[in-house]
Nanobody
């Protein structure tokens, strides 16, 4: 399984970005997908997750109402739409795939495959 994240960049506070994560080498619709981030000097942090069929979504409290996770199984891609960005959203963002099709997980150790990360920098 390979995951390729893209869409990061530099944006002013209050702006928007959409991250994409393209999967290959797997039956994408069999995987729950998640986004995590790691800010400077910080641990990996859960951001959002979506079930394999796209019917269930979950968000970390600080991004609720601002970020939206979605997926297109026909395109083997998961997205993270980020609006009203804040400086504290600055981080490297990683997508991850979880082969367990039951409950959606929030811990990084429960995800099986990881993308390479894409940098998001929010300036004031």
């Amino acid at each position: 399984v390979q995951l390729q994240a893209s869409g990061g960049g530099l944006v002013q506070a209050g702006g928007s970005l959409r991250l994409s994560c393209a999967a290959s080498g797997c039956t994408f619709s069999s995987y729950n997908m998640g986004w995590f981030r790691q800010g400077p000097g910080q641990e990996h942090e859960f951001v959002a997750a979506i079930s394999w069929g796209g019917h269930r979504t979950y968000y970390e409290d600080s991004v609720k109402g601002r970020f939206t996770i979605s997926r297109d199984n026909a395109k083997n891609t998961v997205y993270l739409q980020m609006n009203s960005l804040k400086r504290e959203d600055t981080a490297v963002y990683y997508c991850a795939a979880d082969g367990y099709r039951g409950s959606v997980h929030f811990l990084e150790r429960e995800y099986d495959y990881w993308g390479q990360g894409t940098q998001v920098t929010v300036s004031s």
